[in-house]
């Protein structure tokens, strides 16, 4: 069944395969080996080829092949992105749905262009920013001629004339129009930031939080900002999250704000810079507050539930946020002797390990040259379906059958050890920073099968408070005594390197403060079936 997957996943792996590039860890870093471009991808080609060669053991050129498998949606995304380009003078080739080394060169001249930085992938704003300015373009008839031939770059011109338009007449300065925004939208992508732990730039390229459309029909773009993708509880509540809406108007940005879920902006109408919610648009409970600052209107009653929205899936950043915020609020983390709810205390060192992971992860990919961190997260994801067995496993199956699993899937990839060992902590940090809980735990799980035992901490957490998986206590109790044993054996920590406390704090909390000292053995656990 396994490798029946990875057959599957072969053609997707080529389609992400990277430039090979060697990190040398330093001494001390606690990172062994390097990392080569493309070797997620490798783990899932490897067993492909195996299985092949089982099969078929003369088929082997496919896999030299560029293709990259996309549904008709992206293709056709992609495709507009290119006639985009094109039209402005950024030569992206043929219009074929597949951003290709041509296309990528055209993306860098586009951001070189308009003082982005050059990474030849595109945000979601310079994405949204092209192509809207694109088929605004094409809109204007001749009044797009008239601006054109009073732009010393040609049609590329139009770019800057529409950015500084966005931005109020003038250029963007660092003080006003920062990230290529009007400034009062970049004052408030400041403001979310402040309260979330991704940064404004790492928001910015989050599908979904910056949106643009005309919402008042003056021809203007005006944009939505939407906090459910920040991953903080400061901005949302049980059903729903702050939405903040600027419309256009002749002296600038009015900002308007609601309470909504999953906001789109057909959601809102605008007359001039009031905003409203569109009529048959029920996202939740909303409210303005632009046009009358002084005092906020009462927010309607909430109404039931609609079973055609979703519910929201748990986010392990909201949880950490959550977290945080109560360990600040009592004057620091749970001590050993002042320990008096386990689940608070296994809670503060998840959230520890995941802020750990994600700094590890940071430091080795800035000394990757030449692979973006687009490439590299997604890379990284081609890990949760290789490994989506042995995820589910971990929610039904002791410890020792899952890292058997494991261990035979690291054993048919064929990867260098230490390779696969650094790859799975880029991926750990990856996971924990885009908020993909089973990508984490997938990582994880990697780092386990190789008999890393501090890592095993990991999984415990994800299956003690039920992310990415299983909510199974019990079982989450034999993962953690592997850590603890392999860190009171003298094992090199895998987070919080500086806490000589942590492997007793995490016995007590695990198995009561009676089992929290002294023995470095497991205990027996009386689990019940």
Not at 84 to 95: D, E, K, R, W
Not at 226 to 234: C, K, L, P, W
Not at 335 to 346: E, G, I, K, W, Y
Not at 373 to 394: F, H, K, N, T, Y
């Amino acid at each position: 069944m396994r490798i029946r997957h990875l057959m599957g996943m072969g053609a997707l792996a080529v389609s992400m395969a990277l430039p090979a590039t060697q990190v040398t860890a330093g001494v001390g870093d606690g990172i062994v080996g390097g990392l080569v471009g493309g070797v997620v991808s490798g783990i899932i080609v490897n067993e492909g080829a195996k299985a092949r060669s089982r099969q078929q053991p003369t088929t082997v050129v496919r896999e030299r092949v560029y293709v990259q498998p996309q549904d008709s949606t992206t293709r056709a995304d992609n495709r507009q992105v290119q006639n985009s380009l094109n039209y402005f003078g950024f030569p992206a080739g043929t219009p074929d749905g597949v951003l290709g080394s041509r296309s990528r060169d055209a993306i860098a001249q586009y951001q070189a262009y308009m003082g982005y930085p050059v990474t030849g992938s595109l945000t979601t704003f310079e994405r949204d920013f092209l192509v809207n300015s694109y088929v605004r373009a094409m809109a204007g008839g001749p009044a797009t001629s008239q601006i054109i031939a009073g732009q010393p770059d040609g049609t590329r011109g139009l770019l800057r004339h529409y950015r500084d338009e966005l931005a109020g007449g003038a250029s963007p300065t660092p003080s006003r129009g920062a990230y290529g925004l009007p400034p009062e939208v970049a004052a408030a992508v400041d403001e979310i930031a402040r309260s979330s732990d991704p940064s404004a730039e790492q928001l910015l390229q989050r599908s979904g939080f910056l949106q643009l459309a005309d919402l008042n029909g003056d021809g203007r773009t005006d944009y939505l900002l939407d906090t459910s993708v920040t991953g903080s509880n400061f901005w949302c509540g049980a059903r729903d999250c702050s939405v903040i809406v600027f419309a256009s108007t002749p002296s600038g940005y009015q900002r308007n704000d609601f309470l909504a879920y999953n906001a789109t902006p057909a959601m809102f109408t605008c007359q001039q810079g009031n905003c409203r919610f569109s009529d048959g648009a029920a996202p939740g409970a909303g409210t303005t507050m632009a046009s009358a600052p002084a005092q906020q209107a009462a927010p309607a009653a909430p109404a039931l539930p609609s079973f055609q929205v979703a519910q929201p899936k748990v986010s392990l950043a909201a949880f950490c946020s959550r977290v945080n915020t109560l360990s600040a609020t009592n004057g620091g983390l749970v001590t050993v002797s002042a320990m008096t709810d386990p689940n608070r205390a296994l809670g503060e060192q998840f959230c520890v390990a995941r802020s750990d992971a994600i700094a590890q992860a940071d430091e080795i990919v800035a000394r990757i040259q030449g692979v973006s961190r687009a490439d590299v997260e997604g890379q990284c994801l081609g890990l949760v379906p290789a490994l989506e067995a042995s995820i589910a496993a971990a929610a039904v199956n002791p410890r020792a059958a899952v890292i058997s699993e494991v261990g035979g899937f690291i054993q048919a990839s064929g990867m260098d050890a230490d390779q696969l060992s650094t790859t799975a902590r880029i991926c750990l940090g990856i996971g924990y920073s885009i908020d993909n809980a089973e990508l984490a735990l997938a990582s994880a799980l990697l780092l386990s099968g190789q008999g890393d035992a501090p890592y095993d901490e990991v999984t415990g957490h994800h299956l003690w408070h039920g992310f990415g998986t299983g909510k199974r206590p019990d079982l989450a109790q034999a993962w953690y005594g592997a850590t603890i044993e392999a860190l009171e054996s003298g094992a090199q920590p895998a987070f919080a390197a500086g806490d000589a406390t942590r492997s007793a704090l995490l016995r007590a909390a695990v198995y009561g403060p009676a089992q929290s000292g002294g023995a470095a053995a497991v205990p027996v656990f009386r689990i019940s079936e």
